[in-house]
């Protein structure tokens, strides 16, 4: 049974901060790379960031860069999300994702495993 399970989110105010939880279990373990995506209302899901769970190397959406940082703790099974300097479009319902494959996953097809999702909200 593959299971991930985010938490951290809320209301925050424009740039201000959250950071996202996501505790990976059963066989996302099997995982090598995790991601978050978010998706607001009437818009499609879209790529934030991901890790490698194996050397640490991150890469991001250029929307986030600078302001969001992705990481990782191996025993905890578990990828964080911090994310700075939040403006109103961050509004979205971000979700954790995971995937083993060879290069740079961005995009939503290329994920095997999702979590339910965790509502951000950034009023201005």
């Known amino acids: 049974q593959v299971q991930l399970v985010e938490s951290g989110g809320g209301l925050v105010q424009a740039g201000g901060s959250l950071r996202l939880s996501c505790a990976a279990s059963?066989?996302?373990?099997?995982?090598?790379?995790m991601g978050w995506f978010r998706q607001a209302p009437g818009k499609e899901r879209e790529f934030v960031a991901a890790?490698?769970?194996?050397?640490?190397?991150?890469y991001y959406a250029g929307s986030v860069k600078g302001r969001f940082t992705i990481s990782r703790d191996n025993a905890k099974n578990t990828v964080y999300l911090q994310m700075n300097s939040l403006k109103p479009e961050d509004t979205a319902v971000y979700y954790c994702a995971a995937v083993r494959r060879y290069g740079y996953p961005s995009t939503s097809s290329e994920y095997d495993y999702w979590g339910q999702g965790t509502q951000v909200t950034v009023s201005s």
């Open positions: 059963g066989r996302a373990f099997s995982s090598n790379i």
């Open positions: 890790i490698r769970l194996s050397g640490g190397s991150t």
